[in-house]
Nanobody
Framework: QVHLVESGGGLVQPGGSLRLSCATS?????????VGWYRQAPGKERELVAN???????NYADSVKGRFTISRDNAKNTVDLQMNSLKPDDTAVYYC?????????WGQGTQVTVSS
């Protein structure tokens, strides 16, 4: 199996910033042509936040456009999500995903809480 390690979650005030990272081993990272971040808030459906597809086409949820930036660092074997101008509605558990064809792997999830 592929093991993903997420980091960077925490508590931040509205208007603040946070950077999430998702790391795996160098032996498998380059295999995945689609990488992304999902989130799930209490009482809400899991939703796509952002992804990178084959290999440089990006997609963002309308709610985060202009505020979040997704990137992949092939040297560090990480998928990152820079989150700026955070709002209380961004509060959720965030999950990274790496995929290629029928293969897809998920991180353990990291809590992001935006509150004053």
């Amino acid at each position: 199996q592929v093991h993903l390690v997420e980091s960077g979650g925490g508590l931040v005030q509205p208007g603040g910033s946070l950077r999430l990272s998702c790391a795996t081993s160098e032996s498998v990272f380059s295999f995945f042509n689609v990488v992304g971040w999902y989130r799930q808030a209490p009482g809400k459906e899991r939703e796509l936040v952002a992804n990178i597809d084959n290999p440089d086409s990006t997609n963002y949820a309308d709610s985060v456009k202009g505020r979040f930036t997704i990137s992949r660092d092939n040297a560090k074997n990480t998928v990152d999500l820079q989150m700026n101008s955070l709002k209380p509605d961004d509060t959720a558990v965030y999950y990274c995903v790496l995929a290629r064809g029928v293969y897809n792997y998920w991180g353990q999830g990291t809590q992001v809480t935006v509150s004053s």
